[in-house]
């Protein structure tokens, strides 16, 4: 089964300003990687909050699992989990095809209007789903992300890489990215349909949810302790994630090559001036082999890091132009709210009988 085909981009009018889109409901989308221990726990309190908006804004609910080739049984229990209260979807992707293509999976197959995105680790609280809502329905934001309140539980290079990163791509970036703004986070149904659009495979979520614009609001909050399970997340994978990110975004490290050439090739002009000046005034001979090696070792350095950031461009280009599916579906199943309910009613009722 194959990824459903994207439309093409095409303008669509924004719902009238008095419209917030309630009535389309609410898609919960969770990307989960190995999360069979800790998914029962976190389904139960995410159909809580659902029971909770149905019950006090009439706001009706889907939760959209999407197995993101997990080794472990976690697509077995999502299979099992209970549709009370809330319509369940789970889609199994053929392979491990990463997050940025898991969110795209559940974005395509939501059929609410509203859009919440989550990590199946249980450390994005699901009460905070009604907080976010209420900006939404109350206040007429179109998005509501949230972001780590601090950040004093981390390592200091951690902290400098954060800071770095979001440095470098919103000097390349068209639209800036808030610092520390996170995955979890709510589009309202003009939004999300924005979101829809954009045609790109090689994606970067963070990214494009800020590019769309519409009027957003930051949410801080205090992520909770993973009870369950290992995060996936190492340096390697942070680094490649940074490296994907900056490269599908921004322009910066384009930028970077330039203004280093820059300055290597100002360094030069000065350092031959320099050479000169002694030459013809004082009579120093110019040193032959050390400066002519470290020059051409420098001069090598740049060059390649500047071919090694071209690539990754080019890479880039390659594979939008090859347009393969961003991810292929090995398995999607859909059960209504309470429909587990009404089976064991209608089979008490055929016992009876």
């Not at 472990?72 to 979807?89: K, N």
């Not at 197959?109 to 905070?128: E, I, T």
């Not at 000065?270 to 082999?289: K, N, S, T």
Request: glycine fraction near 10%; proline fraction near 6%.
């Amino acid at each position: 089964m194959t990824a459903p085909t994207r439309p093409k981009a095409t303008p669509t009018r924004s719902p009238a300003p008095h419209d917030n889109g309630a009535g389309a409901g609410l898609s919960i989308v969770v990307p989960v990687f190995n999360e069979s221990a800790g998914l029962p726990h976190l389904h139960e309190r995410i159909a809580a909050v659902a029971q909770t908006l149905r019950d006090t804004r009439g706001l009706a609910c889907e939760v959209v699992y999407v197995d993101d080739g997990s080794r472990d049984d976690t697509l077995a229990v999502a299979r099992s989990l209970p549709a009370h209260g809330i319509d369940v979807q789970v889609v199994a992707l053929s392979r491990n095809f990463g997050k940025e293509a898991a969110l795209l999976a559940g974005l395509d197959h939501a059929r609410r209007g509203a859009m919440l995105f989550m990590d199946g680790d249980g450390q994005h609280p699901p009460k905070l789903v009604e907080t976010l809502v209420g900006h939404w329905l109350d206040d007429g934001f179109d998005v509501a992300y949230t972001a780590k309140a601090h950040r004093e539980n981390e390592s200091f290079l951690r902290q400098l890489g954060g800071k770095v990163f979001y440095a470098l791509i919103n000097w390349g970036a068209r639209q800036p990215i808030p610092e520390d703004a996170g995955d979890f986070r709510l589009l309202s149904p003009r939004a999300a349909a924005a979101l829809r659009q954009l045609p790109e495979r090689n994606r970067f979520f963070k990214g494009l949810a800020s590019w769309i614009g519409f009027r957003q609001i930051r949410v801080d909050y205090e992520p909770a302790e993973r009870k369950h399970g290992q995060t996936s997340w190492n340096v390697r994978s942070l680094v490649g994630l940074s490296v994907e990110g900056l490269t599908s975004f921004s322009v910066a490290p384009l930028r970077f090559a330039s203004l280093f050439g820059i300055i290597l090739a100002v360094t030069a002009l000065l350092f031959g001036a320099q050479m000169l000046f002694e030459v013809l005034f004082y009579g120093i001979a110019v040193p032959g082999y050390p400066s002519l090696m470290v020059g051409m070792m420098v001069i090598g350095g740049v060059q390649l890091i500047v071919i090694g950031v071209m690539g990754e461009y080019i890479g880039k280009i390659m594979w939008e132009l090859k347009a393969r599916p961003v991810y292929f579906v090995a398995e999607h199943s859909v059960r209504p709210a309470d429909a587990d309910a009404r089976d064991d009613a209608a089979e008490r009722r055929t016992a009876a009988e």
